[in-house]
């Protein structure tokens, strides 16, 4: 997947994100981490990238966007910049009787994304 790094010209990409905990409130229940990169993804899915190796998030995406290259489908249909990788963030917390837990949270952080 690409970065969002200014040089993509606008295609779908992973964009650097800080979650901070005490932002939104969440501080009085998570112990640790603080904050992280969870990170999001943006940018444009032009019909071109079907081809692109890894861009899109799954065979079907593969399949309706050979359909859009060759003008095949309502113009309706079009794909949307996703999340295709992510990963599992370890946390500290107090649970709802205030035992301390912690806890490998799946699909926290955005590694790469796609079409």
Request: proline share 5%.
């Amino acid at each position: 997947g690409l970065e969002c790094d200014g040089t993509n010209g606008g295609l779908c990409c992973r964009q650097q994100f800080y979650i901070d905990f005490r932002l939104i409130g969440w501080n009085d229940w998570i112990i640790a981490p603080a904050g992280y990169y969870g990170n999001y993804c943006e940018g444009s899915c032009p019909a071109y990238m079907a081809g692109v190796p890894g861009s899109a998030s799954s065979f079907h995406t593969a399949v309706v966007n050979q359909y859009r290259m060759r003008g095949m489908s309502p113009g309706s249909v079009n794909s949307c910049c996703i999340p295709t990788k992510l990963s599992t963030m370890s946390m500290l917390y107090f649970d709802d009787e205030y035992n301390i837990v912690k806890r490998d949270v799946p699909n926290m952080i955005v590694e790469e994304c796609g079409c």
